[in-house]
């Protein structure tokens, strides 16, 4: 279980690795060109029921904090999902990983610059 802080809350933000790891290369790749947007979780199922959102801006720092010291192996696909949903007016939703058999995985990096073009 990752973990993602946010501004200055001392709350951490608990994301599951793989899902962080997608996460934030879909958000680098939003901050790197200035865009502000929301994000959006359901509630773990050990907290309250509910759902929370951020409105993520370059300005505000970011930090990410993964237990894994490997990184991922990134899905094309998930990244895609996820950043689709990043230009939509509700804002970055964190899905669910959709698994295909067929699709090919990513480095982070390879990930990264497939999604700046």
């Given at each position: 279980?990752?973990?993602?802080?946010?501004?200055?809350?001392?709350?951490?933000?608990?994301?599951?690795?793989?899902?962080?790891?997608?996460?934030?290369?879909?958000?680098?790749?939003?901050?790197?060109?200035?865009?502000?947007?929301?994000?959006?979780?359901?509630?773990?199922?050990?907290?309250?029921?509910?759902?929370?959102?951020?409105?993520?801006h370059p300005s505000i720092p970011l930090r990410f904090v993964?237990?894994?010291?490997?990184?991922?192996?990134?899905?094309?696909?998930?990244?895609?999902?996820?950043?689709?949903?990043?230009?939509?007016?509700?804002?970055?939703?964190?899905?669910?990983?959709?698994?295909?058999?067929?699709?090919?995985?990513?480095g982070e990096r390879a990930a990264a610059l497939q999604l700046?073009?």
């Amino acid at each position: 279980m990752g973990t993602m802080y946010y501004g200055g809350s001392a709350m951490p933000i608990r994301i599951d690795d793989r899902a962080l790891a997608h996460l934030k290369v879909v958000l680098a790749t939003k901050l790197r060109r200035s865009e502000s947007f929301t994000l959006s979780w359901p509630h773990a199922e050990d907290q309250p029921r509910g759902r929370s959102t951020l409105w993520i801006h370059p300005s505000i720092p970011l930090r990410f904090v993964f237990d894994d010291p490997e990184p991922a192996v990134l899905s094309r696909a998930w990244i895609e999902e996820l950043a689709q949903s990043a230009n939509s007016s509700g804002g970055i939703a964190l899905i669910a990983e959709h698994i295909d058999s067929a699709q090919t995985p990513l480095g982070e990096r390879a990930a990264a610059l497939q999604l700046s073009n």
